[in-house]
């Protein structure tokens, strides 16, 4: 996603378009969710988006039971997980062009 940070607009505001914000809340969903002491990441999708708030179902199907479960996200923790991927993408992307970042070896 990093391409889409070449708008200028976007990396102002700190946000994303719309349709590439459910994919940075599902990803985010993906790697912190867990059901009871499951180590398995689940498969995070959205269902819905009505009055303010995105309903996510996850479903982890490890070495037991398959299990589903739904996650309601509101529209401002929306706006803060992409603005927290904006930050840290930013801040990959100026370590990479520092040049204090290269190691040299001689």
């Not at 993906?30 to 498969?43: K, Q, V």
């Not at 398959?66 to 370590?95: C, G, H, M, Y």
Request: charged share 25%.
């Amino acid at each position: 996603m990093l391409h889409l940070l070449e708008c200028r607009d976007c990396r102002e505001q700190r946000t994303l378009p719309r349709r590439f914000q459910t994919g940075v809340v599902s990803a985010h969903l993906e790697r912190t969710e867990r059901h009871a002491r499951c180590r398995h990441n689940p498969y995070a999708r959205e269902l819905e988006h009505a009055h303010g708030v995105h309903r996510f179902q996850l479903e982890c199907s490890g070495w037991h039971a398959v299990s589903n479960w739904t996650k309601d996200i509101t529209a401002s923790e929306v706006s803060a997980r992409v603005r927290a991927f904006v930050d840290a993408a930013l801040a990959a992307q100026e370590d990479r062009r520092s040049p204090g970042a290269a190691t040299h070896t001689g």
